[in-house]
């Protein structure tokens, strides 16, 4: 836990936040039954609420808000019921970020960079499971380990694992200014997003993907060579 905190302090927000494309969010006049609908689905308790694109939110929307009358305005906008949004900055220390929330009473902030566009949203939660590990309730959909071993000298990863956790499994000195995580590192030597099935060496790993979109990969089989 002492370690977790000392992280804390040095990791910036950014590298603790679920990413923009990760985050269920509602566009303004969404109406209201839908909003509880996704809530049903997806059981998250707030929501960002954006204009036009992710870059322009206006606000949150908290399903506590609304619970109590949301079937009697059913057909109304979530604009009209949300609470102002709370902004940080990516590159700010993490526990700082813990420590501000905590003193305004607040449970979530979206991240944004230098140029003040949305990088993603980090809750109170993210940062203390940095501290005591992963917390589940009845709703989370059990999440998977970053790493999951097959045999002596393979395993699989998800790729959100960051390069200095790899370097420390693994033993091996890693010196990329420009990825910060194993998704980043694969993404920089494949020149592109490699295909399902698809190999890339770095050194003595031998990375294959196993789960991937048009957009990204999310998941690879490591092998030491």
């Known amino acids: ?59 949150m929307l908290y399903i506590k808000d609304i619970f109590s009358f949301w079937n009697d305005y059913r057909d109304y906008p979530v604009v009209e019921f949300v609470r102002l949004p709370y902004f940080v900055y990516e590159d700010r220390p993490a526990l700082n970020v813990f420590l501000e929330l905590q003193r305004l009473k607040l449970s979530l902030a979206i991240v944004i960079d230098e140029f003040g566009g949305v990088s993603g949203i980090v809750t109170v939660e993210d940062l203390i499971e940095e501290v005591v590990g992963e917390i589940e309730d009845e709703f989370d959909v059990r999440k998977k380990p970053l790493i999951e071993k097959i045999s002596d000298n393979e395993c699989y990863l998800n790729t959100r694992m960051e390069i200095d956790d790899f370097a420390e499994r693994f033993g091996v000195a890693i010196d990329e200014e420009d990825a910060s995580t194993v998704g980043g590192l694969i993404l920089k030597h494949a020149d592109r997003i490699p295909k399902v099935g698809e190999e890339i060496q770095y050194k003595n790993f031998l990375f294959t993907i196993v789960e991937a979109t048009r957009r990204k990969i999310n998941k690879v089989k490591v092998r030491i060579l």
């Open 1 to 59: 836990m002492i370690d977790g905190i000392i992280k804390m302090k040095e990791r910036a927000v950014g590298k603790l936040m679920v990413p923009k494309n990760e985050v269920v969010a509602l566009t303004h006049d969404t109406r209201l039954d839908h909003a509880v609908a996704v809530y049903q689905q997806r059981h998250f308790s707030r929501y960002p609420v954006f204009f036009k694109g992710m870059d322009q939110i206006v606000g």
